[in-house]
């Protein structure tokens, strides 16, 4: 591990803004309380696939394949099987794991380039989707309504508002935590060698097939985890809101618009887009069908033509400016 | 002891036979020069060496072990790398980044990366550590080649042109490094198109011509060679 690692653990900045968003249950009314938590889940989300789609390079539209398979598997496991759901967790993470690095190794082994990754994650998440929708296990089109949350939490119960909103910061900073850790030790440098070049990689000795493929399973086994924390907090899980590749487009727009190759892009992108969206909703929502969705996409497409690289390097262009 | 045996490697491109039943042996810790005209097959036969393309037919032996079919970056760690003759950067990467990359190979992470500032301070890029490839001028991405190939610690290094479009000034500094690095133990494998160069880097030369190996003997032996003046020196100037 490279020593600036330790040096971010002991920043203070990261300590108070912890400290600062844990007591945020305690003051915070709760419609926007469930922003927030909702922003968490987005920013656990958003660094999982920065794993691939920043560090990596690749961008995948799998994703939902695993935030799927975390909903709909461990409340299955559970409601079907009576598994408990922490152990559910832990079955459908392992079960996410395994399907990324295969999606990975297929990719590798069909020398599919850029493009043709896109497409063939995209394929196994439509797939993921229609597997979800027909078959009756994972609950079908309806879906699985998970039990009422009675605060019991050996059994994956919260218990309310903040139990949810610290549990999903909890996995939001575990994802944000891997994400730095791999940075800082030879698998970031091995990602970014291969993002910058495949041959030249392999040139100095790196198993390009490897490093992708772990990739990968980190990044799907952290997806799984939030997913099916993010189930049990709506109490629902849903597939359509779960396991369609829609939520991976989400997922990739708010890393993009944060910045992709920036450690503090997707946190940056999901912890001011989801609450600007969810406030947009708020006020235009009842005003005109669709009015919110028009705003917030026209907000992104500036975002992206004025700030290519993402909101994160500007933040700190500024952040430079004003310190000197 | 040969380090490197090439046995009758031969690669095809659709109708050209880009390398064509090529033989020869490097010795430990010598250096051995292959020069021959444009597009006679020696990118293509470091290609073959190194896993990057696999030979039609033929065998590379390795420190007494064929190698042929191995993926490049397992070839890496047995200790064969190479340079590219087009610079292949890690852009993004500074260059202190990109030959830790390289020394993560066989060190941990914090001796990498002292490992990585040793060899960039080697190669004369001590001043340039945390520059991206995009700010490096051509000659730099060449010393940024040699010091990626460098740090993996490599028993033999094939070297592709690393110093076309430097003046015989200019490779002085990097013909120091090959030199030190030779008398520490290491083999070298170069493809040199600048003769004087070439001439005095090299123990014994390979002439390839057409894909075929046409001469093989000391540098003296190879100047005053007739079929190389009728392959290679009567067909261009000796600066390209
Ligand atoms: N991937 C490829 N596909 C098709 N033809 C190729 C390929 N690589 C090389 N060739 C051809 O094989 C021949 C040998 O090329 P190679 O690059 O090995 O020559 P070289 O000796 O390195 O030349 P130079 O001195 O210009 O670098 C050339 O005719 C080249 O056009
Ligand atoms: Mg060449």
């Known amino acids: 591990m490279k020593p600036e690692f330790f040096g971010i653990l002991r920043s203070p900045v990261l300590w108070l803004a912890l400290v600062f968003t844990a007591v945020l249950p305690l003051w915070l009314p709760s419609y926007y309380l469930h922003m927030a938590t909702l922003a968490l889940v987005y920013v656990g989300f958003a660094y999982a696939w920065n794993i691939v789609g920043g560090l990596t390079g690749q961008v995948s539209l799998a994703h939902s394949l695993f935030v799927g398979i975390g ?24 079960v996410s794991g395994m399907a990324g690095a295969v999606i990975a190794w297929v990719d590798y082994r069909f020398r599919l380039g850029h493009l043709s990754f896109a497409l063939i994650t995209l394929a196994f998440a439509e797939v993921g989707e229609l597997v979800v929708l ?75 097939l490897r490093n992708k493929m772990l990739a990968m399973a980190i990044s799907a ?16 899980a849903d597939p359509y809101l ?35 969206g969810e406030m947009l909703r708020g006020h235009f929502g009842s005003m005109l069908p669709g009015l919110h969705y028009f705003i917030y996409g026209l907000l992104l497409v500036v975002v992206i033509i004025a700030l290519p690289q993402g909101l994160a390097p500007a933040f700190s262009r500024l952040y430079r400016r004003f310190s000197n | 002891m040969a380090i490197l045996e090439v046995q009758n490697v031969s690669r095809r491109f659709g109708g050209l036979t880009a390398v064509s039943n090529v033989s020869f042996s490097v010795e430990k810790g010598e250096i051995l020069g292959v020069i021959g ?42 200790g064969l790398t190479r340079s590219f003759q087009v610079v292949q950067v890690f852009t993004d990467m500074t260059v202190l980044d990109a030959v ?52 993996t610690e490599p028993e033999l290094i094939l070297l592709d042109e690393v110093m076309a479009g430097l003046t015989l000034a200019e490779t002085q500094a990097p013909l120091k490094v090959i030199r030190d690095l030779r008398d520490a133990g290491m083999t070298f494998v170069m493809v040199e198109h600048v003769m004087p160069v070439i001439m005095s880097a090299a123990d014994r030369m390979v002439v390839i011509s057409f894909g075929q190996k046409v001469a093989e003997g000391s540098p003296a032996e190879i100047v005053a060679d007739e079929k190389v003046r009728e392959a290679y020196f009567g067909e261009e100037d000796l600066h390209d």
């Open chain 1, 134 to 208: 027909g078959w009756d296990f994972l609950g079908g089109a309806s879906g699985l309504y998970l039990p009422k949350d009675q605060g019991n939490l050996q059994s994956f119960q919260f218990g309310g508002s903040s139990g949810y909103f610290w549990f999903l910061m909890l996995l939001a900073v575990l994802a944000l935590g891997v994400n730095l850790a791999i940075l800082n030790s030879p698998l970031g440098f091995f990602l970014r060698a291969i993002r910058g070049n495949e041959g030249a990689a392999q040139a100095v000795g790196v198993n390009v």
């Open chain 1, 221 to 236: 086994v952290l997806c799984s985890l939030i997913g099916t924390a993010y189930a049990r907090y709506l109490t629902f």
């Open chain 1, 71 to 94: 909903a709909m598997l461990a409340s299955a496991l559970l409601l079907r099987l009576g598994i408990n759901m922490w152990v559910g967790m832990l079955i459908a993470a392992l």
């Open chain 2, 100 to 151: 830790t990359t390289a020394a993560l190979l066989n060190h941990p992470m914090r001796a990498a990366i002292a490992k990585a500032e040793k060899v960039i301070d080697q190669v004369g890029l001590g001043h340039k550590a945390l520059e991206t490839p995009a700010s490096l001028s051509l000659q730099d991405k060449k010393l940024l080649e040699v010091a990626k190939c460098v740090a």
């Open chain 2, 37 to 78: 005209p444009n597009g006679a097959g020696k990118t293509t036969l470091f290609s073959l060496i190194s896993g990057f393309l696999p030979p039609n037919g033929g065998d590379v032996v390795f420190k007494g072990q064929s190698i042929v079919g191995q993926p490049p970056h397992r070839i890496a760690k047995r």
């Open chain 1, 242 to 276: 779960l396991a369609s590749p829609n939520l991976t487009i989400e997922i990739v727009l708010l890393a993009t618009i944060g910045g992709v190759s920036s450690a503090f892009g997707p946190l940056v992108g999901a912890g001011l887009l989801i609450p600007i």
